[in-house]
């Protein structure tokens, strides 16, 4: 625990002056991605690493965007069906003894972070669509707020449709072959859909909204099944800091570009 609360210090001390980027770093201080070899790390528990840095670029572009904070790092190189629960169990506690104390001290540093700090970051998201940015970035805010139930009610809806779009503009069917829309697990579960996305993204979609190993918080909030209690959980944050991180920087599709160019068009 000591060393999560020097890691939040050292957080609190770098965020520097734009609610936007502080926003962004946030995002980026838990990452679920394939261990590079050479990059620096230090190792924190079983495949949980500390990185000196966090990255927000991509590729050749990465150097730009380098931010000499500190960092989580899950190999997502180590995780597949059977180590689900592992992955929701690692994620939640930096979530509950790091993320939310990092959110904290944003919080404490500007106080009023309005609507129009999310429409920025979500207007620069390849994984929104035009026509839904607006209501993204309301999911966002609403968690900012700490009404974290609300936000997720907005924001995984649009997940799915992202999700449902992908498979079109890659002309992978939808639907079951009486013509009636697949579930969103089975619809993960396809060897086609799983070929879209990148390993890490794949893997925690499927955690967080679908299945009998993971939250399964899609059909949870479909049909009403969250308690008053439940919504207070920490997996309502995750849920939403997943789609903070989502629309900074998460590659999403398994492409050399990363480009979501024919998604948007068919979720549009």
Not at 70 to 93: F, H, I, W
Not at 109 to 122: C, P, Q, S, T
């Amino acid at each position: 625990m000591d060393r999560c609360m020097n890691l939040v210090k050292k957080f609190a001390y770098g965020i520097g002056l734009d609610a936007s980027q502080a926003l962004a770093m946030l995002a980026m201080s838990y990452q679920v991605r394939p261990m590079i070899d050479t990059e620096p790390h230090e190792k924190f528990d079983d495949d949980l690493f500390v990185i000196p840095d966090i990255c927000m670029g991509r590729g050749n572009d990465a150097e730009e965007y380098r931010v000499a904070l500190p960092g989580y790092l899950l190999d997502a190189s180590k995780l597949d069906e059977s180590r689900v629960d592992y992955y929701l169990q690692v994620s939640l506690r930096v979530a509950s003894t790091y993320l939310v104390h990092l959110k904290a001290n944003i919080d404490l540093r500007y106080n009023n972070v309005g609507m129009e700090y999310f429409d920025f970051l979500v207007s620069k998201a390849s994984c929104v669509s035009q026509n839904y940015k607006k209501q993204f970035a309301k999911g966002l805010y609403y968690g900012y707020l700490c009404d974290y139930h609300t936000a997720c009610c907005l924001i995984v809806p649009l997940i799915e449709q992202f999700v449902r779009g992908l498979c079109v503009a890659n002309k992978i069917s939808i639907e079951d072959r009486n013509g009636l829309p697949l579930g969103l697990g089975k619809l993960l579960n396809k060897d086609d859909t799983k070929e879209l996305f990148s390993k890490g993204a794949y893997f925690e979609i499927k955690a967080l909204l679908t299945g009998k190993k993971g939250l399964n918080l899609r059909n949870l909030l479909a049909h009403g099944a969250i308690t008053d209690k439940d919504s207070d959980g920490i997996e309502f944050f995750y849920m939403w800091w997943f789609a903070l991180r989502m629309v900074v920087n998460l590659r999403m599709v398994n492409r050399g570009d990363g480009s979501l160019s024919e998604a948007e068009h068919s979720i549009a």
